[in-house]
């Protein structure tokens, strides 16, 4: 190997623009470099691990002329550069125009401006490379479209439209393939986007969902079901979030956003007469129809009865039907036993986001077009 590496860099000057085929065990070995230069054996791939914050390797000054007044751009928030780089060279853009800098890889010298053009000082842009084409954005609000620059003589080509909403926040990226944007959605989290860049406008080849928070549920204090104190963390699952926390006397449950309803703790409340579920571990609520998910849940303060609405607008009661908590009249003198979830109502509208409140003698559903149901002790409904 060394012998080659000597032969090429003793060869001929014209010898040197030929292209080599180089052997696969290169590109294994490609591995190993990473490896000594990050310091690490294996290097995480950055489009599901994100950039390694030591994964600064070297760097180098670029000297490129600058616009009249490019310094003051810079100083005053329009300034700011971007990069593009094919594995020869570096396409950069600033307040100076468009320029092409040497890497010193693929027979460049680095740092070396090999060309430069004035297309659009100063404006802020995104620059990226996909199936050997350069393209260039704009960073202004709204802008739908891509502009293809000329790798060689750094001018505008064409433009492919975005058959996709840019307003908002976004960004696009590249991965050498396809052009992608990723864009925040309105009830939060992100959505992933790839275009393929063959015809405007360019159409969507992959897309999904992105969710870069994760709801935790911390607690503090005391309870039955969790004996430590200090704040600390009870529940997270990145792959089923919580969308709402329940708690009662002796024990907490979690809605999550797959539609289940977990607790830990007593199940007396969900009218479950097993043994409680220790801390750490959690136990679904199983509902009479196991094609349903949880819309709202709620429970008494006491943990003696809880109130659950499905997507189908089904409200279901567990617990103790003590005094007509459950719809119905309540049982003799004896002391109540807790009952397993069962329907209760039926809300005329399926998928009504219900808000329940508590009361001694009264519990209340509340459905998105404002009706409110009251079933008061004893079974009597009202409205």
């Not at 065990?25 to 489009?47: H, R």
């Not at 094609?291 to 089904?314: I, M, P, Q, R, Y």
Request: neutral net charge.
């Amino acid at each position: 190997m060394l012998t080659a590496v000597s032969s090429l860099i003793t060869a001929p000057h014209h010898l040197t623009q030929n292209t080599l085929q180089i052997p696969q065990i290169f590109y294994s070995l490609q591995d190993s470099v990473k490896a000594v230069l990050l310091g690490c054996v294996t290097v995480a791939d950055w489009f599901e691990k994100g950039v390694p914050a030591k994964s600064f390797v070297e760097e180098w000054t670029i000297s490129v002329p600058l616009e009249e007044g490019g310094e003051r751009e810079e100083e005053g928030g329009r300034g700011g550069a971007a990069v593009a780089c094919d594995g020869r060279f570096l396409y950069i853009h600033g307040s100076f125009g468009l320029a092409k800098v040497g890497s010193g890889y693929g027979n460049t010298q680095r740092g070396l401006v090999y060309k430069m053009e004035p297309f659009r000082p100063g404006e802020k842009a995104w620059l990226g490379l996909a199936e050997g084409k350069l393209f260039y954005y704009p960073l202004s609000q709204g802008e739908d479209s891509v502009l293809v620059i000329n790798a060689d003589t750094l001018q505008e080509e064409t433009s492919l439209d975005l058959d996709v909403d840019c307003l908002g926040s976004q960004c696009l990226f590249s991965d050498g393939e396809c052009i992608g944007q990723i864009k925040v959605k309105k009830e939060g989290g992100c959505v992933l986007r790839k275009f393929a860049t063959l015809s405007s406008p360019m159409p969507v080849v992959e897309e999904k969902a992105l969710q870069l928070s994760q709801k935790t549920v911390l607690v503090m204090g005391k309870a039955k079901y969790d004996s430590q104190e200090s704040i600390h963390t009870l529940y997270q699952d990145t792959s089923d979030q919580v969308v709402r926390v329940m708690a009662s006397r002796n024990s907490v449950a979690v809605q999550t956003t797959s539609g289940k309803l977990l607790y830990t703790g007593s199940g007396a409340v969900f009218g479950i007469t097993s043994k409680d579920v220790s801390k750490g571990e959690w136990k679904e609520v199983a509902l009479p129809d196991k094609n349903v998910k949880v819309e709202h849940c709620a429970c008494d303060n006491a943990g003696t009865f809880c109130l659950v609405v499905s997507d189908k607008g089904t409200v279901y009661f567990g617990g103790v039907n003590k005094k007509g908590e459950a719809g119905e009249a309540a049982g003799g003198r004896g002391q109540s036993k807790p009952g397993q979830a069962k329907a209760s109502g039926k809300a005329e509208q399926a998928g009504g986001v219900w808000m329940c409140l508590w009361r001694p003698r009264y519990r209340h559903g509340h459905t998105r077009r404002e009706t409110l149901h009251v079933w008061e002790s004893g079974g009597r409904p009202g409205g």
